[in-house]
């Protein structure tokens, strides 16, 4: 290996074999470990969303009791709503898959959007908060923007490699890092809680004075008002209840049962988390403090000693870096959907030699890099625009539900029971996404509801692209299909003759394009070509990377268009065979197989097509890749004759 193959090597492990019948089995997730990497996003939320909710409360801190009971019952009726769609979409029940099937394309792609917005925040948030949480024990001066954002590159760095390794290893390595988030947390809440018990009788007397004093000066309304833009502040609490629904593809089979059981794992642990701890900044009496998080205040006040502090705020910022793994995660498996249907470039369903979506992993890492920079890692800023994507995609979720549980309710008797609870998660996603995009408008949020936008513009613009290709590509198919297979006589020979002039033509699916080439080749060298052999490689990317089932399919579904083109040149006088192989890249699968063809036909000549636009662009070049041209170079470096044969697209 090359001096820089090594390195690769080094930082991002070996290759994996896509045929081994144990890979799947290998790079799943069990329910717990599904909770760590998938979970630690919502629970991590209790670190900066309870934070901002008591902020909001201002002198009112009373209504903190009503707060935090608002908080979990939120967090359930969410989760529970999201368990019953796991069941409906077993293979992944994400938001962009949702809206897409049940209320059509466009409301599909505007929530895939939001998703992908809100994971990049999800990763920025996660590791701006927790260097606010590691600076809130370190001495003022040394936490300037500069040096934070520093260290949040880093950071990112870092969970870039780790998860191009591949999402079962970067589980494992951080899984210590989230248990002692727990067990601390655990720590804070029993004594926190535990410790004001026996003045529960007081504390009711506080709260119900306070309630009297609100109304006297502000009035029902007033107060009102308070509460709804407190609870407004938090939802960042429930912005990572999504991805379990929407990463149901790493999980261990039978998947819906392990999706459920971490969904109940993520739920139950937020819920007592969040509530838990505004619950402790009221019992404790905590107040903002400059340079400190509202956490940070509430552990120093449980008299511990400094040692238990720099412990659990370390936990915290370990967790929220955990956290910034769903992002990485789940933000690269809805690019990936939204390159099948055409939404993104094509590379982004694509899988590295680690099975990860590695393009969608470094987009990731780079667009979270900038919004950090961009924002000088200013926490309060990252959540005002984090807010609003995801109650943007819930509420387009809860209303694809809604319709289908209407429209389906003579077909499903038990509608009566499913519609409530989806009726009931779209009102109050509904109300939370009114009261974020209100509050936060002019502070920032418009922001997000731009850029979303703009993602948006883009994706019509890279589809629209890519139905014109397909339509004229259509066009050019239909007609070549239709040409009638000739009468393959006893005299044509099925066997190939190694040391004739062989035509090897590497092909992907049967159709116009692979005939086009095909009859290219007979008018470009008459009379000269008298067998040919067809070469496909049947590329694993993440559409089809869901278990051993869809890899049979695929398989099954090369060879017989392999076996098509082999009859349609063998009706037509040509000794024809077909050869393919498996792989998640085809330059690589094209090399190797012919290499091998070179060795058998020393004779050989090796065509592959290419599309030729009559004027091109420089996006063209994005949005079409260049493997013919690669392979073309790989195998003129082996001193093979290889021609690449212009197929050409007028636009």
């Known amino acids: 290996?090359?001096?820089?193959?090594?390195?690769?090597?080094?930082?991002?492990?070996?290759?994996?074999?896509?045929?081994?019948?144990?890979?799947?089995?290998?790079?799943?997730?069990?329910?717990f470990l599904a909770w760590v990497g998938l979970g630690a996003d919502g629970l991590s939320s209790s670190a900066y969303g309870p934070d901002e909710a008591f902020r909001a409360l201002g002198e009112h801190t009373y209504l903190a009791v009503f707060l935090a009971l608002a908080t979990a019952l939120t967090v359930f009726i969410i989760s529970y709503a999201y368990s019953q769609i796991i069941e409906h979409f077993p293979s992944g029940g994400g938001g962009y898959l949702v809206a897409t099937k049940l209320l059509g394309p466009g409301f599909g792609v505007v929530s895939g959007c939001a998703l992908l917005v809100d994971y990049v925040l999800t990763i920025s948030v996660s590791i701006a908060s927790a260097a606010d949480q590691i600076f809130s024990f370190l001495?003022?001066?040394?936490?300037?923007?500069?040096?934070?954002?520093?260290?949040?590159?880093?950071?990112?760095l870092l969970l870039l490699i780790l998860n191009i390794r591949g999402v079962k290893e970067s589980i494992s390595v951080l899984m210590p890092i989230f248990l002692l988030f727990v067990a601390t947390h655990v720590v804070v809440l029993v004594v926190g809680i535990g410790m004001h018990l026996g003045r529960l009788h007081e504390v009711s007397q506080q709260v119900t004075t306070g309630i009297r004093s609100g109304f006297t000066t502000l009035g029902f309304w007033g107060l009102f008002l308070l509460f709804a833009k407190a609870y407004s502040r938090g939802a960042g609490t429930y912005t990572g209840i999504?991805?379990?629904?929407?990463?149901?593809?790493?999980?261990?089979e039978p998947r819906v049962h392990t999706a459920k059981k971490t969904m109940v794992y993520l739920a139950t642990s937020l819920a007592i988390t969040a509530a838990g701890i505004l619950l402790c900044y009221l019992l404790l009496g905590v107040h903002a403090e400059e340079g400190k998080t509202m956490n940070a205040v509430m552990i120093e006040r449980l008299g511990f000693g400094m040692w238990f502090v720099v412990l659990t705020l370390f936990a915290e910022a370990a967790l929220l870096f955990v956290a910034a793994q769903t992002g990485f995660i789940d933000g690269p498996r809805v690019m990936s959907n939204m390159a099948l249907d055409s939404w993104f470039p094509r590379r982004f369903d694509s899988l590295s030699e680690r099975l990860?979506?590695?393009?969608?992993?470094?987009?990731?890492?780079?667009?979270?890099?900038?919004?950090?920079?961009?924002?000088?890692?200013?926490?309060?800023?990252?959540?005002?625009?984090?807010?609003?994507?995801v109650f943007l995609t819930f509420s387009l979720t809860e209303t694809g539900m809604c319709r289908f549980w209407i429209k389906e309710r003579k077909s499903h008797p038990n509608w009566k029971k499913a519609l409530p609870i989806h009726m009931t998660g779209l009102v109050l996603c509904l109300s939370i996404l009114t009261l974020v995009v209100a509050e936060k408008f002019t502070e920032g949020g418009w922001m997000t509801l731009v850029v979303t936008s703009l993602l948006v513009a883009l994706c019509w613009a890279i589809r629209r692209h890519y139905r014109t290709v397909a339509a004229k590509m259509d066009i050019l198919s239909?007609?070549?299909?239709?040409?009638?297979?000739?009468?393959?006589?006893?005299?044509?020979?099925?066997?190939?003759?190694?040391?004739k002039p062989t035509a090897v033509l590497l092909i992907n699916r049967y159709g116009g394009l692979g005939l086009h080439s095909l009859l290219n080749i007979v008018r470009q060298?008459?009379?000269?070509?008298?067998?040919?052999?067809?070469?496909?490689?049947?590329?694993?990317?993440?559409?089809?990377?869901?278990?051993?089932?869809?890899?049979?399919a695929l398989k099954r579904h090369t060879r017989e268009d392999l076996d098509k083109y082999v009859a349609f040149a063998r009706s037509h006088g040509l000794a024809a065979t077909?050869?393919?192989?498996?792989g998640i890249e085809p330059v690589d699968g094209a090399e190797k197989i012919c290499t091998e063809l070179a060795q058998r036909f020393p004779k050989a000549t090796f065509f592959t097509g290419k599309l030729i636009f009559e004027h091109e662009k420089w996006y063209q070049r994005i949005l079409h890749n260049e493997t013919a041209y690669a392979i073309q170079r790989r195998l003129q470096w082996r001193g093979l004759a290889t021609v690449v044969l212009p197929i050409r697209v007028r636009e």
């Open 1 to 31: 290996m090359t001096p820089w193959e090594r390195l690769k090597r080094l930082l991002f492990g070996a290759p994996r074999d896509v045929e081994d019948p144990r890979i799947f089995h290998k790079i799943s997730l069990i329910a």
């Open 139 to 156: 001495p003022m001066g040394w936490g300037t923007w500069q040096v934070k954002v520093g260290l949040e590159v880093l950071a990112i």
């Open 242 to 252: 999504e991805a379990v629904s929407n990463g149901i593809q790493v999980m261990r």
């Open 356 to 389: 990860t979506m590695h393009y969608g992993v470094g987009l990731m890492a780079a667009a979270s890099i900038t919004t950090l920079i961009y924002t000088k890692g200013n926490i309060s800023a990252l959540i005002t625009m984090y807010s609003i994507n």
């Open 478 to 499: 239909k007609t070549l299909v239709d040409i009638p297979a000739g009468d393959a006589s006893e005299t044509t020979p099925k066997e190939l003759d190694p040391v």
């Open 525 to 552: 060298f008459p009379g000269y070509f008298h067998q040919v052999v067809f070469v496909s490689v049947a590329v694993i990317d993440s559409g089809t990377f869901k278990g051993g089932q869809e890899i049979d």
């Open 578 to 582: 077909g050869v393919m192989d498996v």
